[in-house]
C-alpha cells in the first residue's frame, strides 16, 4: 500500500475540533410553540455572534437560537481555524467589486477582529488563539515573482512583511519544495480552535439568558399579520418579531437567500500529535506560521495546539451538481487520498505519520466571494451568508451587519455598497455545474503555468467573476 494511503488507514471521519472533551451536550430540542422578539435559525459563528451583539446592544431582548444539529456542526466547527481580519477577502477582491471602500473595510475588519479578541478575553472563552500572522510560500519560479512583486508593494504600503528567501524559508518550516515565502504579521491575524469558540459563545449566550434549542429544524417561514413572523419547526412553531437567518450554505426555506450562494465542499486532514523527531524534521514548532501556498487551488495548513498538523483545500475542493449537500458527499475516499499524497509532497521527510482524523465542511462561496447581506419582508428578516472561504473573523462582522439591518443601533455601515449592492445571481443548473467546473480546471491549469491566466479566467476576470487572492 502506498504510504499516504496506509497513513490514512485508520483515521476517523470526524472534526478534529469537534473531538475534544470539552465539547459540551446538545441542549434539548424545542418541545412546544414559543414566541420571542427575535429568532436566529443556525448555531454557527454568524448566530452565535448576532445574539452576542443584540445583548450587548439591548440586554433585554428576548432570543430564541435554533440549531438545526448542533451547534459548532456547519462550517464553524469544520474549518482551518486562520482568523484573518479581511471583510472582502483579500485586497484584489475589494478593489473589484466595491471600489472606493477598501480603506474603510480595511479599518472595519481591523475593528472587528480587535472587538472579536476582546470578548473572547471578557468571556473567558479559551479558544488556542495564536498571533502568528499568515505565511505564503513559492513552490514554482513563476510564484517566487508575484510574491516578491506583492512583497515590494506591501512593504511600500508600510505593511508589516517579511521576505524570505529559499534557505530562510526552509529554515522556518522545512519543506524541499519551498522556494521563497512571505510572512504577513499586520495586525492581529492568526490561528484558534474554532469550535472552541462556538462551544465559549454558547455558554456565554445561554448565562445572558438565550433560549438556544438543537436539533431543531426551521422547515419553513411565513408573515404572520403586518410585524411579526411565523418559523415552523417541525410539530411546532415560533412567533417572532424578526428572524435572523444565518444558515449560511444550508438550503434555506427562503428562495431569495438560496440564490446568492452555493455550496461547496471543503476537506480536511489532520495527523496526530507529531512527536519530537518529527517536529525536528520540519522545525516548524518554533515559528508555528499558519501556512498556504500561492496558488489558485491553494493548500492551507497549521499546526494546532497539540503539534498536529491540519491540512486542507487544494484540489479536493468541490462543487457537486444541483448544489449537493447530502452525507455522500462529506466523507469521500478520493478527497482525502488527494490530499494526503499532496501533504506528504510537501513534507516528505514526514512519512510514516498517521492521520487521525479527516472531515469535511460545505463553504458558501457568492459570485463576489465575500458576505452578502439582505433583508426582507419590510425588514422583519435579515441575513448575512456566503464568506467564502474566510468567515471566522469576517462572521462576526455579517452578523453584525444583519442585526443593524433588523433594527439593533444600525450605523452608518448600512450605507456601504458592501451592504448594498446585491451580487450577480448563480447561473443556472445545468450551466452551474458546467460552469464551476471548468473554472477549476482553468485554475488548475493557470497553477501549472505559474499562475498565467488562460483565456477563460480572462473573461471571468474582465466581468469581475475571477477569483484570485
Ligand atoms: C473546511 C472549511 C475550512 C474553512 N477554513 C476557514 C479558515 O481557515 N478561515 C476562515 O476565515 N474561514 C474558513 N472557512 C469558512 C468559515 O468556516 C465560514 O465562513 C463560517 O464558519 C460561516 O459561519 P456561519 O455561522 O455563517 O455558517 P455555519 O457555521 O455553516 O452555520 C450555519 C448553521 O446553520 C444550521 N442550519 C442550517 N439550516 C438550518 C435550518 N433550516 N434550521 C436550523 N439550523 C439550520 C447548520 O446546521 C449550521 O450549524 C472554512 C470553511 C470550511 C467548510
Redesign the pocket.
Known amino acids: 500500500m502506498q504510504h499516504h494511503l496506509e497513513a490514512l488507514k485508520d483515521s476517523k471521519y470526524c472534526s478534529l475540533w469537534h473531538d475534544q472533551d470539552v465539547r459540551p451536550d446538545a441542549l434539548p430540542a424545542l418541545s412546544k410553540s414559543v414566541n420571542c422578539e427575535l429568532l436566529i435559525?443556525?448555531?454557527?459563528?454568524?448566530?452565535l455572534w448576532a445574539a452576542i451583539q443584540v445583548k450587548e446592544r439591548k440586554p433585554e431582548t428576548d432570543i430564541i437560537l435554533?440549531?438545526?444539529?448542533f451547534v459548532g456542526?456547519?462550517?464553524?466547527g469544520?474549518?482551518?481555524?486562520?482568523l484573518?481580519s479581511s471583510l472582502a477577502h483579500g485586497d484584489t477582491n475589494t478593489d473589484h467589486h466595491f471600489p472606493g471602500e477598501a480603506d474603510l473595510l480595511y479599518q472595519l475588519g481591523q475593528q472587528n477582529m480587535t472587538e472579536l479578541l476582546d470578548t473572547l478575553k471578557r468571556y473567558n472563552i479559551e479558544a488556542y488563539y495564536e498571533h502568528v500572522g499568515e505565511t505564503e510560500v513559492a513552490t514554482n519560479p513563476g510564484s517566487v515573482k508575484t510574491l516578491r512583486q506583492a512583497y515590494e508593494e506591501e512593504k511600500a504600503a508600510g505593511d508589516d512583511v517579511v521576505w524570505f528567501d529559499k534557505e530562510s524559508m526552509q529554515a522556518q518550516v522545512n519543506s524541499p519544495t519551498y522556494l521563497a515565502g512571505l510572512w504577513r504579521r499586520n495586525g492581529q491575524d492568526g490561528t484558534v480552535d474554532p469550535a472552541r469558540i462556538c462551544w465559549g459563545l454558547k455558554a456565554t449566550l445561554l448565562k445572558l439568558g438565550v433560549r438556544i434549542f438543537e436539533n431543531?429544524?426551521?422547515n419553513d417561514i411565513q408573515p404572520l399579520g403586518s410585524d411579526k413572523m411565523r418559523s415552523n419547526c417541525g410539530y411546532f412553531v415560533i412567533e417572532s418579531n424578526k428572524v435572523l437567518m444565518?444558515?449560511?450554505?444550508?438550503h434555506?426555506p427562503l428562495s431569495k437567500l438560496r440564490k446568492s450562494i452555493i455550496p461547496v465542499w471543503?476537506y480536511?486532514i489532520a495527523t496526530e500529535p507529531l512527536n519530537e523527531t518529527q517536529l525536528a524534521a520540519i522545525g516548524w514548532h518554533k515559528t508555528r506560521h499558519a501556512m498556504g501556498n500561492h496558488a489558485n487551488m491553494f493548500h492551507?495548513y497549521r499546526m494546532t495546539h497539540d503539534n498536529r498538523i491540519t491540512w486542507?483545500g487544494g484540489g479536493a475542493v468541490r462543487y457537486y451538481f444541483n448544489n449537493g449537500t447530502d452525507y455522500n458527499y462529506a466523507d469521500v475516499d478520493l478527497r482525502f487520498e488527494q490530499l494526503a499524497e499532496e501533504f506528504f509532497e510537501t513534507f516528505p521527510q514526514l512519512a510514516g505519520v498517521k492521520f487521525s482524523h479527516r472531515w469535511?465542511?460545505?463553504?458558501a462561496t457568492s459570485t463576489r466571494f465575500c458576505m452578502v447581506p439582505k433583508q426582507a419582508f419590510d425588514g422583519r428578516v435579515a441575513w448575512t451568508?456566503g464568506?467564502t472561504?474566510?468567515?471566522?473573523?469576517?462572521?462576526r462582522f455579517g452578523a453584525r451587519i444583519a442585526i443593524e439591518l433588523l433594527g439593533y443601533q444600525p450605523s452608518d455601515i448600512l450605507q456601504m455598497q458592501f451592504v448594498k449592492k446585491k451580487p450577480k445571481p448563480w447561473v443556472p443548473e445545468p450551466l452551474r455545474w458546467f460552469g464551476v467546473r471548468y473554472t477549476q480546471k482553468a485554475l488548475v491549469k493557470a497553477d501549472t503555468k505559474g499562475g498565467k491566466r488562460g483565456l477563460w479566467l480572462k473573461l471571468l476576470d474582465s466581468m469581475n467573476l475571477g477569483f484570485s487572492c
Not at 469544520?78 to 486562520?82: A, C, I, L, Q, T
Open positions: 435559525v443556525g448555531g454557527g459563528f454568524t448566530g435554533i440549531e438545526k444539529t456542526d456547519g462550517a464553524s469544520r474549518n482551518g481555524g486562520f484573518n431543531t429544524s426551521l444565518a444558515t449560511n450554505a444550508f434555506n471543503d480536511q492551507y486542507g469535511s465542511g460545505i463553504i451568508v464568506y472561504g474566510l468567515g471566522v473573523a469576517a462572521s
